[in-house]
């Protein structure tokens, strides 16, 4: 203790006890935001807890694809997307109010979500999804951003009804998209030569990623036959991604996609080259790999070359 025997020692005093407070208060602070910045699953303390956050982080992965199952279903019915990452959060959203509820029944658990972004990533092949929960169950609680990587794979090709719903000649079975002449009309309208050549054309409806990697195999033995049989599709720089799919983009800033329309033609006249960014895009010439063969793909060099495939001349 401190005797206070003039005005002098009484300030001092209060300055150091002031000056005490703030520096601990700072040291309160800094820590707070230092937990806070580190917190994550691993510091909840019980198993229980950690587990169902584990678990609606596992349920997302699979809710996320469904809403963009949900989306381009709307495609297929005729409606046009023009921004697909809000869409799908709406859906993500409202599914997730469910999820919710049912975690409550299941769990005993509050949780409130709210999505903050749907985006592409480096991968053409996954959807990145970002939910903010808060969760409170009993004394504990959760308060963080969780994501998760969906996969498209599996889900239908959104590009060919978002390029061509204002031709209502387009349909499909449970894997084949049938162009009918709904494509050689667009690519008239287009001014592409030889339009007339993708009469009837086609492509995979589902997307499966090929299996034959590195891509320049595609030329050898029956490579290219089983890949087209199989209706796989490809990662191309020039393609587009599958949110951007969803608003009729042919081509985008992120790494994409690509897939072969084939078509089914006796004409051999060369036409626009058939990898969907070109068709849809680009719009350059390719010419028949066989010229005899009216299944043949028509290719320009620069595709034909990625793919290791050679045009047969004398068929
Ligand atoms: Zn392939
Ligand atoms: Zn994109």
């Known amino acids: 203790m401190y005797s206070i025997d003039n005005n002098g020692n009484l300030i001092t005093g209060t300055t150091v006890i002031l000056l005490v407070s703030l520096i601990l208060i700072v ?3 800094v820590n707070s935001i230092y ?3 580190n917190e994550n699953i691993d510091s909840i303390e019980s198993d229980n807890f950690k587990y169902i956050i584990n678990d609606y982080k596992k349920n997302l992965e699979q809710i996320g694809k469904e809403s963009l199952a949900e989306e381009t279903e709307k495609l297929y019915h005729g409606h046009i997307i023009h921004d697909s990452r ?3 959060k709406k859906i993500l959203n409202e599914k997730l109010k469910k999820t919710n509820k049912d975690y409550k029944e299941k769990y005993g658990v509050d949780i409130r979500s709210e999505v903050i972004s749907v985006e592409s990533t480096d991968s053409p092949w996954k959807v990145l999804f970002k939910v903010r929960i808060k969760v409170d169950k009993d004394s504990e609680q959760y308060d963080g951003i969780i994501e998760s990587n969906s996969s498209i794979e599996g889900l239908n090709d959104p590009l060919p009804y978002a390029m061509l719903t204002a031709y209502s000649n387009i349909n499909h079975d449970d894997k084949t998209i049938y162009y009918f002449e709904s494509l050689s009309q667009y690519l008239l309208k287009h001014n592409v030569d030889s339009f007339e050549s993708y009469i009837l054309a ?3 409806m589902i997307i499966k990623k090929c299996p034959y990697d590195p891509y320049i195999h595609h ?3 029956n490579t290219l036959k089983e890949c087209l049989k199989n209706g796989y599709f490809h990662e191309s720089a020039d393609g587009s991604c599958y949110l951007c799919r969803l608003e009729g983009k042919g081509t985008c ?6 897939v072969f329309i084939q078509t089914h033609t006796p004409l051999t006249n060369e036409s626009v080259s058939c990898s969907d960014h070109v068709v849809f895009h680009d719009r350059y010439n390719g010419k028949k790999l066989n010229k005899w063969d009216i299944n043949s793909l028509i290719l320009d060099e620069s595709h034909a070359k990625k793919y290791g495939l050679s045009y047969n001349e004398t068929g």
């Open 86 to 88: 809000k869409e799908v």
């Open 253 to 258: 800033p992120h790494y994409g996609l690509e």
């Open 202 to 204: 086609t492509s995979p």
């Open 35 to 37: 937990f806070l910045e």
């Open 27 to 29: 040291i309160f602070v």
């Open 219 to 221: 030329g050898d033995g």
